[in-house]
């Protein structure tokens, strides 16, 4: 591992070295002397278009350019409302830096008549920055995240997820129209690098018009795609496709239709090489990123969702997975008034898994050794409507509804030293979702907003488990040598939300803002326990405690008042909400009706101490009530060793909030700096209860009276020199939670702290490396462990034609407690062919060159007080012969 690191670095130096620089810098002021915030000052070498380097300026007026030596520059410096200004500059072969004053005349011309001949790199106009996609490529990008990754401030997770001076991309853009609902990750890895022209970050975001000054959207992040002219009118795509070793395939055709009017855009893949195109993280973006009017009203009750978390496997990664997966989204705009979107997905996948536990129950001194295997199967359809009717500017009307089908299933093969068992689970939940919101403005004085959200949900749960031996004295038992329980359960919800709100400007920078609204709930639940008997007959459990028929209700009616002010870089918006709660059950032959006042109080405070420096507080708190499921008194099967049951005499937890939020982004010095630190104290919590029998537990949830509390904390630093990325991040969470077990309280503790550090190249056109560290820490209750990940990564062009990709990570992970160890490694390579101006395009791609068979997992299960290392199998090495066709 180090020889390779080395290699890395010792391929990096000499273009490092051969690249010498002489530093350029200086100020930009007006006639007046009075510094020129965000004029641009770019170098061309000199007789020719050939972007050399640019410089944003700073609230001095400074700005800085690396340049390379022996060299003749025309440096263009430009401000809005200025005469551009060219200046001849040499670089002689010296180390020393120069120094370049730069003072701009006012233009007499009016805008439009000015003429700009040239493309500035990035261009800042208020709450919004345009990158010029040429200025930073070479040509040789594949799709949208190819670009972005080359683009100062941006970046792209692991999650592949878009991130812009460390704040999350709310949704993408194409023409100002959103791509698959705004998905930003499957608009990052669809969108053909070659049609793009600008990227446009639009901070501060509300697609309401009339809500951007009386809301605080700070973290709300746009990015806009430009296409670049003659792609304003097109269909594009491609048709992709491979094949490997052991009878692996892939296919995956896309399809894109792009006019000022309307917009198709068609996702096709199918596959059995462990690519899930569809994962848990893609699902909650398209499900949760519907509108929330009842965010921040002070309440939580959400309602559990349907559905076993299909694909379950950790980074995508199992022993194999099959997947089918196909996507429909449109856009179109008959009106400029009016616009109709949506969209269809359906996807069907299979995943089998094989782990291997190492489990110790802390409070019984207990280890337990298994093996599982499992099958998990999901298919899912959801359909997507949505309508935008904006008249004037006054009145925005937006209108959706979503539907969900899916069915999940689970085969469990467990073998243990403790028991052994067979199980199955089904699982087909049904969803309706509908969301009206009406935003007027009625005059400059008073707006009025109404949101409203409908929720359907139905669901069947089927759950079967066979054993030896069945461990629950609360269920009967018998002679029959294998145990073959079944239960049945059936859910359904009804919940409506709405919310009014009445904003009175007091000036320009404060309103008030009043808030009624109210959340109904009406849940029923009812479940049964039997046993499947060798005969074929069927043994029904009768008794109350193993079954339930449950109707719930919930309603909450709330009051909200919130002022908010702005006065020069200081934004202060307390708040104040009066909430009456009523929650209602009807099970086991009687009522039970409960009726609450609480006062909950929240505070936000902002300090822009420059456009793009801020230090912001938030501070609130809200209440949790439990849903149906943790209502219902009869006991349930979650597993082949654990019962659960209700408690309907639950009262709702009280969740205090703190948080201090840093960001901090220069295109000076191209430094982004973020940091937060927070802290969640929760109070009268839901915990579990739990009895435990060797492995097998029964649990039931009760209001704590010791407080669970959560101290997180997260810095990142990136700095962007003339060719090189640095990056530095570290995160840091210490947890403290109680529990009762074995009627005894059991304080958990667990402490997680990861650093890593990153130095990337950035040539336009020589080959690009990054190397670079991670150290990570868990520790939970009596047990810990670290590991350590070095990690490398090069692109590299050679013979015009070939581009060569390679990642690398090697892993180090030891368990302290039980002093397992354990060395593998990653190494994926790619290598692609393609002619000039060709439509086709050739790749051979090996995947765990390594062949490494397995990763390391750690987890704490606090109902059982009990920690568990695990070793997760995965595909072997994979060879792939891959073909694109692009439309």
């Given at each position: ?84 200004k060219n200046v001849d500059i040499i670089v002689t072969n010296s180390d020393a830096d120069m120094v370049e004053h730069i003072m701009l005349e006012e233009s007499n011309e009016s805008l439009n008549e000015v003429q700009i001949t040239y493309e500035m790199p990035v261009k800042i106009v208020g709450d919004t920055i345009v990158y010029n996609a040429d200025s930073f490529t070479s040509g040789k990008e594949k799709k949208l995240e ?714 704490y299960n606090e109902i059982s007080d009990s920690n568990s290392t695990s070793l997760y199998f995965i595909q072997p090495r994979l060879y792939m012969f891959s073909v694109k066709y692009n439309l």
């Amino acid at each position: 591992m180090k020889k390779l690191s080395s290699l890395f670095i010792a391929s990096l130096l000499p273009l490092l070295i051969s690249a010498q620089t002489v530093k350029l810098e200086g100020t930009v002021k007006d006639k007046a002397d009075n510094p020129l915030e965000m004029a641009n000052v770019i170098a061309f070498k000199k007789g020719t278009n050939i972007l050399q380097s640019y410089s944003i300026t700073d609230s001095k007026g400074n700005y800085k350019l690396s340049l390379g030596q022996n060299e003749a520059y025309t440096l263009k410096v430009s401000y809005l409302g200025f005469n551009t200004k060219n200046v001849d500059i040499i670089v002689t072969n010296s180390d020393a830096d120069m120094v370049e004053h730069i003072m701009l005349e006012e233009s007499n011309e009016s805008l439009n008549e000015v003429q700009i001949t040239y493309e500035m790199p990035v261009k800042i106009v208020g709450d919004t920055i345009v990158y010029n996609a040429d200025s930073f490529t070479s040509g040789k990008e594949k799709k949208l995240e190819d670009v972005l990754k080359k683009l100062p401030g941006i970046d792209i997770d692991s999650n592949g997820e878009v991130e812009v001076e460390g704040k999350k991309v709310q949704k993408v853009l194409v023409e100002g129209k959103e791509f698959f609902d705004g998905d930003s990750k499957l608009a990052t890895q669809n969108i053909p690098a070659s049609a793009i022209d600008k990227v446009q970050v639009l901070k501060n975001y509300n697609e309401v018009a009339g809500m951007r000054g009386v809301t605080n959207n700070e973290d709300n992040i746009v990015i806009n795609i430009k296409l670049k002219q003659g792609k304003k009118r097109f269909w594009f795509g491609e048709v992709n496709a491979g094949v490997g070793d052991n009878e692996k395939h892939s296919a995956k055709p896309k399809l894109f239709y792009y006019s000022p009017e309307k917009s198709i855009n068609l996702l096709a893949d199918f596959n059995n090489i462990g690519e899930a195109p569809f994962t848990m993280r893609d699902y909650f973006r398209f499900t949760g990123g519907l509108r929330g009017g009842m965010r921040g009203s002070g309440t939580n009750f959400n309602i559990s969702s349907g559905g076993l978390g299909f694909l379950t496997s950790q980074n995508n990664q199992a022993q194999q997975i099959t997947s089918k997966f196909g996507a429909l989204n449109f856009s179109m705009a008959p009106k400029k008034i009016i616009d109709f979107n949506g969209f269809a997905i359906v996807n069907n996948s299979e995943t089998d898994m094989f782990t291997q536990s190492n489990t110790v129950y802390n409070k019984l001194n207990l280890t337990e050794i298994s093996e599982t295997s499992a099958i998990q199967g999901s298919k899912l359809g959801m359909l997507k409507f949505s309508t935008t009717y904006k008249p004037t500017n006054n009145l925005h009307i937006d209108y959706d509804v979503f539907g969900k089908l899916s069915e999940q299933t689970e085969l469990l093969d467990v073998t243990s030293t403790q028991r052994s068992a067979d199980t199955y689970k089904e699982e087909k939940p049904a969803t309706l979702n509908q969301n009206f919101n009406l935003y007027y403005t009625i005059d400059d004085k008073n707006i009025f907003a109404a949101e409203l959200q409908y929720l359907y949900e139905k669901d069947k749960p089927l759950y079967n488990s066979l054993s030896a031996s069945q461990p629950f004295e609360i269920i009967p038992s018998n002679s029959e040598a294998i145990i073959d329980l079944i239960q049945h359960k059936k859910t359904s919800t009804n919940k409506l939300d709405a919310k009014f709100d009445y904003y009175y400007l007091l000036t320009p920078k404060s309103n008030i803002n009043v808030t009624l609204g109210s959340t109904l709930s009406a849940q029923s639940l009812t479940s049964g326990i039997s046993q499947n008997l060798n005969d074929g007959s069927v043994l029904n459990f009768n008794d109350t405690v193993l079954n339930n028929e449950v109707d719930f209700n919930f309603t909450d009616l709330f009051l909200g008042l919130h002022y908010k002010a702005v006065s020069g870089k200081f934004t202060f918006n307390p708040g104040i909400s009066l909430h009456h709660y009523i929650t209602k059950d009807n099970q086991l032959g009687a009522e039970n009706k409960d009726n609450q006042t609480k006062v909950l109080p929240d505070m936000y405070a902002s300090l822009q101490l420059k456009s793009s420096e801020s230090l912001r507080f938030n501070y609130s708190i809200s209440t949790q009530f439990s849903d149906v499921n943790k209502i219902a008194e009869g006991n349930m099967l979650s597993n082949y060793n654990s019962l659960t049951r209700g408690n309907r005499l639950l009262e709702n937890a009280l969740y205090h909030s703190y948080s201090l939020n840093y960001f901090s982004f220069s295109m000076f010095s191209f430094t982004n700096v973020n940091a937060s630190v927070n802290y969640n104290k929760k109070v009268n919590v839901v915990k579990n209860s739990t009895e435990l029998k060797g492995i097998d537990r029964i649990s039931y949830p009760v209001n704590s009276n010791l407080a669970d509390e959560t101290f997180s904390a997260n810095f990142r630093y990136g700095k962007t020199y003339s060719k090189l990325k640095t990056n530095f991040r570290a995160n840091f969470s210490n947890s403290t939670f109680n529990n009762t077990v074995n009627n005894e309280q059991i304080k958990s503790k667990s402490l997680s702290h990861s650093y890593q550090a990153s130095v990337a190249s950035k040539f336009k056109d020589a080959p690009n490396f990054e190397v670079g560290y991670q150290k990570s820490f868990s520790e939970y209750s009596k047990t810990g462990s670290a590991t350590d990940r070095p990690f490398a990564n090069m692109e590299i062009g050679f013979l015009k034609n070939f581009i060569f990709t390679a990642n690398y990570s090697y892993y180090n992970y030891k368990n302290d407690e039980n002093m397992v160890k354990n060395t593998y490694s990653f190494l994926n390579a790619n290598l692609y062919y393609q002619q000039k101006k060709s439509k086709w395009e050739f790749k051979i791609s090996a995947d765990n060159l390594t062949n490494n068979l397995s990763m390391n997992t750690d987890s704490y299960n606090e109902i059982s007080d009990s920690n568990s290392t695990s070793l997760y199998f995965i595909q072997p090495r994979l060879y792939m012969f891959s073909v694109k066709y692009n439309l």
